[in-house]
């Protein structure tokens, strides 16, 4: 999508998701800051080898060579695909203070940033399935 511009509206974002085959989490996930609920994502148990790639504007964010299964049941990695690829910003939300990862091309929320995650990062991107779609290596 780098080459269209993004939607601007709510109603725009929606039917630009609807087009892309997203699933319908994925406005609620992608422009609200939604979390599906554990263990429910089509990502949380997928193993096949390939990239993972923001469902809003197609920027490649994560490597199946970087996934892990940290047991909490959402998509984890322990790096981006590129330092530049997800962007980090403090979420204040829900009375906690957490690091949320968002998509640097599209500012898509994927999920947050823990420093849980294995080595050789010690990083764990816990990220919605919904606001990712893979590309098969």
């Known amino acids: 999508m780098t080459d269209k511009a993004l939607p601007q509206t709510d109603d725009a974002w929606r039917e630009h998701l ?3 085959g997203a699933e319908p989490l994925a406005f609620e996930v992608t422009r609200r800051a939604a979390t599906e609920r554990a263990f429910t994502g089509k990502y949380a148990d997928h193993w096949q080898p390939g990239h993972y ?8 964010l994560f490597a199946s060579e970087t996934k892990f299964d940290a047991g909490c049941g959402w998509p984890s990695f322990y790096q981006s695909a590129k330092p530049e690829a997800v962007l980090q910003k403090i979420d204040r939300s829900h009375g906690m203070v957490r690091v949320e990862s968002v998509c640097a091309q599209c500012g898509a929320h994927l999920g947050h940033l823990f420093d849980d995650g294995p ?4 990083q764990r991107y816990c990220m919605n399935s919904a606001s990712l779609k893979f590309t098969a290596a």
Not at 53 to 60: L, Q, W
């Open 18 to 20: 609807r087009a892309q």
């Open 119 to 122: 080595q050789p990062t010690g």
């Open 53 to 60: 790639h923001c469902v809003c504007c197609d920027a490649r």
